[in-house]
Structure formats: structure tokens, C-alpha cells
């Protein structure tokens, strides 16, 4: 059964920016996995916008919106074995969200030049 469902945009200006200004903006947003892929990419901003997308669009999927005792690095988008994106809950942000219930997360993510995207679905386990 599908509890939630959260979708989310962004530009990838907007995130590139962020990062190349905003000291400490990486480190607060993503997890040190996700910086050293990212960062090992062509397009990194690109692969951090997608992440960025998936994470917003995550929280809207759970329906509360940035919960107390969540943070966004411990939301962490990884690629399994077969290149697949997942979420791993990490820390007291993974601690908080298994408080509310067992859940299947979803995600998808996809990014261009100018934008990147991502839908999640989360079903009831």
C-alpha cells in the first residue's frame, strides 16, 4: 500500500551555486558517499542536484515535511550494484523516520543540463 509520494525540481544552477559560495552548504546537504561520488563525476552538480531533488522529495513523500531530528546529509542517495538509485536513512534521521513506522522507499532521479528531478514513493511494508 503507498503511504506517500513526494516528486521535486530544481535547477542545477541553484545547487551549483550553493556549493561554490555557501562554505559548508555540501557538507550540511549531503553525506561524505555522496560527496566523493559527485565529486567523481564530469557533471558533478548535476549528480548533487538529483540528490538534492531526491532528498526534498523524500520528505514530501513521508508527508511531515523536514521532520525534528532529521538532517538532510543523513538522507543519504546511493547507486546499488546495478546502478539502481536507493535511500539509505542514516544516524538519528534514520532512527526518527523508523519511529513512524517499516516502510519500502522508492526512488527515481534523473537530471540534465539545467534541471534535475526525482519521485519517491514510500508503500507500507
Not at 550553493?18 to 559548508?24: S, T, V
Request: aromatic share 8%; proline share 1%.
Amino acid at each position: 500500500m503507498i503511504a506517500g509520494l513526494g516528486i521535486d525540481i530544481v535547477e542545477v544552477e541553484r545547487i551549483a551555486e550553493k556549493i561554490e559560495k555557501d562554505n559548508g552548504f555540501r557538507e550540511l546537504v549531503f553525506s561524505a558517499k555522496e560527496i566523493s561520488y559527485c565529486e567523481s563525476k564530469t557533471h558533478k552538480h548535476e549528480h548533487y542536484a538529483a540528490r538534492f531533488a531526491a532528498k526534498e522529495a523524500f520528505f514530501k513523500a513521508l508527508g511531515s515535511g523536514w521532520l525534528n531530528g532529521t538532517a538532510f546529509n543523513e538522507v543519504e542517495i546511493i547507486n546499488n550494484e546495478q546502478g539502481k538509485p536507493e535511500i539509505v536513512l542514516l544516524g538519528l534521521t534514520h532512527n526518527t523516520v523508523s519511529s513512524l513506522g517499516d516502510f519500502n522507499i522508492m526512488v527515481s532521479v534523473s537530471h540534465v543540463k539545467s534541471t534535475a528531478t526525482a519521485v519517491v514513493i514510500i508503500e507500507k511494508a
